[in-house]
């Protein structure tokens, strides 16, 4: 039985073993705290086989000179592993397929398979649930993690969304739309209209060019080109053309408002048009439309100002990104809120509080005017909300 020393700054060492270690591989001889004095003495004797280091930001510089000075004394620390460290994992296989459950393995080994690929290719494919994606190697987002987990992007979200809309609209899934607005490569609109109602049509809108295309090529590999109305445009209050800052580390988090994480990007021109256009033009009913999904980066009142007659004259459930520092910053926060309520969506439940506690909790859409104090300043929104109507 292979003998591990746990080096713990962080108290994640006994659920950590627990949750990713094989069973009965290993036997823990003793585990290091910040307090202890004998620290170094029982590193350096090297009556283990492993050392796992679990260390948060703070520590791991404190971590890193030490391993430094262990080398400087002729001594290995190749057996020495940053336990919530990927990269060092795949640094030592022996120690990733001796120690670790074969489903924690497969998972860096997957993760290592795409840090190889992105090296040699512009695009990389991957499958979730026998659907399958294409996406840009570049992808640290949606791609990368549907990539390494197997499981669709924004899985939770979508089911959640499907399920409060059954309570609160009792929506039929019997024919209709999915409206997805910012649709990025499909990943939503594909599982949502091929895993959880598959009786709807899809209505997607991308403004993003090389979105668009990674768009038609994954309905064509699930089968669903024939069930789909695209669009490549933004949406908007207004007919315009925009200046759109392309993220292409997360192609998914392109907009038209400039924030940190663009600073810098690439740029391409896109035309904006209403929903409630677009709607006219594709002969679409007002009643056909059975959910709306918005993702637009911040510019999800500019899309509601555009979806006005739709949203006013239907019962339609809206899930939606809410980034309330951009809708604070561009003036239009009191305006989004004043909107919704005179059209009748009063009401909303948190995506992320209820995810996690499964609790309906509702609020009054007056309730985002607060929420904004709260966000997180470097994400400038605090997830994703469900439009309650008429409650």
């Excluded at 659907?131 to 549907?146: E, F, M, P, Q, R």
């Excluded at 239907?314 to 005179?342: H, Q, Y």
């Excluded at 007056?366 to 104090?373: D, G, I």
């Amino acid at each position: 039985m292979l003998k591990l020393v746990l080096w713990d700054y962080t108290g994640n060492s006994v659920a950590w073993t627990k949750k990713f270690l094989k069973p009965n591989v290993a036997h823990i001889v003793r585990t290091l705290k910040p307090d202890d004095s004998d620290q170094a003495e029982v590193i350096l004797r090297g009556d283990w086989d492993y050392v796992l280091i679990f260390a948060d930001d703070n520590s791991r510089e404190i971590f890193d000179e030490i391993l430094s000075t262990i080398r400087v004394m002729n001594i290995s620390t190749d057996n020495i592993i940053f336990a919530m460290s990927i990269s060092n994992w795949i640094e030592n296989p022996a120690a990733l397929y001796s120690l670790l459950n074969p489903s924690t393995a497969e998972t860096i080994f997957r993760w290592m398979n795409f840090v190889n690929h992105r090296q040699w290719n512009h695009y990389v494919a991957c499958d979730a649930e026998n659907l399958h994606y294409v996406g840009t190697s570049a992808d640290d987002y949606v791609i990368k993690l549907t990539y390494v987990t197997r499981e669709n992007h924004t899985l939770d979200e979508m089911k959640a969304f499907h399920a409060l809309a059954k309570k609160f609209y009792g929506t039929n899934d019997s024919d209709g739309y999915f409206f997805d607005l910012g649709a990025n490569i499909g990943t939503t609109g594909i599982y949502f209209t091929k895993k959880i109602a598959p009786n709807l049509k899809l209505f997607a809108v991308e403004p993003d060019a090389e979105n668009f295309k990674l768009l038609r090529v994954n309905l064509i590999l699930n089968d669903m080109e024939s069930r789909a109305t695209l669009v490549n445009c933004g949406l908007g209050d207004k007919f315009d053309e925009m200046t759109m800052y392309r993220n292409l580390k997360n192609p998914g988090g392109n907009g038209v408002i400039l924030v940190d994480d663009l600073i810098g990007a690439p740029t391409e021109k896109i035309r904006i048009a209403p929903l409630d256009y677009l709607l006219a033009e594709s002969k679409i009913a007002p009643e056909e439309v059975k959910y709306i999904w918005i993702d637009t980066e911040g510019f999800e009142p500019k899309v509601l100002l555009g979806a006005q007659n739709l949203l006013a004259k239907s019962n339609i459930p809206v899930f939606m990104e809410c980034n309330l520092l951009a809708w604070k910053n561009s003036g239009l926060l009191e305006k989004t809120v004043d909107l919704l309520r005179e059209i009748g969506y009063g009401h909303f439940i948190w995506i992320q509080e209820f995810l996690r506690s499964d609790e309906e909790k509702i609020y009054s859409i007056e309730n985002l005017l607060v929420l904004v104090n709260y966000v997180n300043r470097s994400l400038g929104q605090i997830g994703d909300i469900f439009l309650i109507k008429n409650l």
